[in-house]
């Protein structure tokens, strides 16, 4: 990812690590979680009403 690693100091690229563990995200439902880890309020209000 030549272009990508570009736009940061040679020395990011340097200090990458290669991770062997998988991690899972919430996907779609991480939408509704804000960044405290409560329900996000406004977009549960959409998903209602849509």
Not at 25 to 42: I, S
């Amino acid at each position: 990812m030549p272009r990508f690693q570009a736009l940061f100091p040679k020395a990011w690229a340097k200090s990458m690590v290669i991770a062997n563990e998988i991690n899972y995200t919430q996907g779609y439902w991480g939408q509704f979680v804000d960044r405290r880890g409560d329900f996000h309020e406004k977009n549960g209000e959409k998903f209602r009403a849509t």
